[in-house]
């Protein structure tokens, strides 16, 4: 299994607190991508990361910040988070490149934050 | 663990039999698919890729099709097993896409 730890695992939060996932990879892959997983809406892709400071947005990226300061870290933030954003988060990595950088994905086990 | 979904389609079969499921995609340019198994409380895990330049691939136990005329992909799981049971996602891309789009996905439930 590819090295990849979410951090928290699950997560129980108030509309407006500010909420930070973690995903820390082991393998130094270059790119790292924030999804997260809702009924009926599959996998959609908030932010990703070509590399160190180097990030862009996703589909779905509204209320979401990313931030990447070393190669194995890659933080989601929610600056106020609201009951919109209850989820499922999954952290993903690749290091080959397809087109403009997506090959295969290892993804980790995923963060589930509910926000009351 | 983390639930996938409550309205997936549902495919249903008994243990030892083959499983076809399927995934109709969007962009014709896509030049790159993958397939993922995703276990309960688990991440999405590849099983297989094929790039537009075929049109079928094989590996252990699976098979993945790729009809790019009607934009089609399948996987083919032979004698499948419990362990299979899982959700299925199919996943695009293309040079000018540059990530992967993922479809909504299937559960496969196999029973003994």
């Known amino acids: 299994d590819a090295g990849i730890t979410q951090s928290p695992r699950h997560k129980v939060t108030e509309t407006g607190t500010p909420v930070t996932l973690r995903c820390h990879q082991t393998?130094?892959?270059?790119?790292m991508y924030w999804y997260r997983q809702d009924p009926g809406h599959g996998l959609r892709l908030i932010h990703y990361?070509?590399?160190?400071?180097?990030?862009d947005k996703g589909e779905v990226s509204d209320g979401y910040s990313v931030s990447r300061s070393k190669t194995e870290d890659f933080l989601l933030t929610l600056e106020s988070a609201t009951s919109s954003q209850t989820s499922v988060y999954f952290c993903?990595?690749?290091?080959?490149?397809?087109?403009?950088?997506?090959?295969?994905?290892?993804f980790g086990e995923g963060s589930r934050l509910t926000v009351l | 663990g983390e639930s996938v979904g409550l309205h997936l389609p549902t495919l249903s079969v008994q243990e030892g039999d083959n499983s076809i499921i399927n995934c109709a995609y969007s962009?014709?340019?896509?030049?790159?698919f993958i397939w993922y198994k995703q276990e309960s409380g688990k991440g999405p895990q590849f099983i297989i890729d094929?790039?537009?330049?075929?049109d079928k691939r094989q590996g252990q136990r699976v098979t993945v099709l790729l009809n790019k005329t009607v934009k089609h992909l399948s996987l083919q799981i032979a004698a499948t097993q419990p362990g299979d049971s899982a959700v299925y996602f199919c996943?695009?891309?293309?040079?000018?896409?540059?990530?992967?789009?993922f479809g909504k996905g299937t559960k496969l439930s196999v029973k003994p």
């Open positions: 993903a990595i690749s290091d080959r490149t397809s087109g403009r950088g997506t090959g295969e994905l290892f």
């Open positions: 393998e130094n892959h270059r790119y």
């Open positions: 990361s070509y590399g160190v400071k180097d990030t």
């Open positions: 962009n014709s340019a896509s030049d790159y």
């Open positions: 094929i790039r537009s330049n075929m």
């Open positions: 996943a695009e891309n293309s040079r000018s896409q540059g990530n992967l789009i």
